[in-house]
């Protein structure tokens, strides 16, 4: 048996709940991690998900932000923030055991105006989750980290390379702080599988980028060694990009034997 694990940027649960519960449905993955929320978790739609037979992990914010994990075997939560930010009330890391596998879902920050201290706090959350990842390494066990990345590692992730290459998602400090994760020893899985350009899990809502094909690839799926040993395959499912109200993201995903 092969273990389904999902990352999906909703862009409003509330917004989007009759796509993500049809898609849960469709798709059945057996972890899903979720990313910008945008409500506390007294807003979540708890009943909606739980009755598809998911236990629950939610770290809310109002209106922005916000990261879950669903999982159809029991959630052991560790943590619900990125370690080194006793400052950083956004809500954009929660990690658990589930099963003997170690899941986290990630939602790194934009960082755009690059001139703003958005980018300069992209990259400090950066650097410390970098920090964290490697002593996730120094357990030996297999460890997925799942989520909007916010970074185009490369100029086939991302449909105007010229035109995107001031933006933060793909800047040098950006892409080198991810290349730095799998330097550590950490396993880019759609990637493992799927090669080329227009491998895209983002489509702006502006200027038709959906029909154009004018996406970026910025949600990813980082193994462990551990996990990476384990993986089969590994894809993105554009159809729900195509639905009515969609988010801007597509789920991604990948299986692990």
Not at 26 to 54: M, N, S, T
Not at 90 to 106: E, F, H, K, M, T
Not at 111 to 126: C, H, I, Q, R, S
Not at 184 to 212: C, I, N, S
């Amino acid at each position: 048996m092969a273990t389904k694990i999902a990352t999906w940027n909703v862009n409003s649960i509330r917004a989007r709940l009759p796509n993500v519960t049809a898609w849960l449905t469709q798709a059945a993955p057996d972890i899903c991690v979720l990313q910008e929320l945008k409500c506390e978790e007294a807003q979540f739609p708890r009943a909606e998900i739980e009755d598809l037979g998911y236990n629950l992990a939610i770290i809310g914010q109002k209106t922005y932000n916000g990261v879950a994990i669903l999982a159809k075997a029991p959630i052991e939560v560790e943590l619900r923030a990125l370690p080194g930010g006793e400052d950083d009330a956004q809500a954009r890391y929660v990690q658990a055991l589930i099963g003997g596998l170690r899941v986290a879902s990630i939602y790194l920050p934009n960082g755009n105006p690059v001139e703003t201290d958005k980018f300069a706090y992209k990259l400090a959350w950066m650097d410390r989750l970098a920090a964290h990842a490697g002593t996730l390494l120094a357990l030996e066990e297999a460890t997925v980290l799942a989520g909007d990345y916010n970074v185009c590692p490369a100029d086939e992730d991302v449909f105007d390379p010229q035109g995107f290459a001031g933006d933060a998602l793909c800047r040098p400090e950006s892409r080198s702080r991810f290349w730095s994760l799998l330097n550590q020893g950490w396993t880019d899985a759609l990637r493992l599988f799927r090669r080329g350009p227009h491998v895209y899990t983002y489509w702006d809502y502006q200027a038709g980028a959906w029909p154009k094909d004018h996406g970026l690839r910025i949600d990813h799926l980082l193994l462990s060694p551990q996990a990476a040993d384990r993986a089969s395959d590994a894809d993105v499912d554009r159809r729900p990009r195509g639905q009515e109200k969609a988010s801007d993201h597509t789920p991604v995903w990948c299986l692990l034997r």
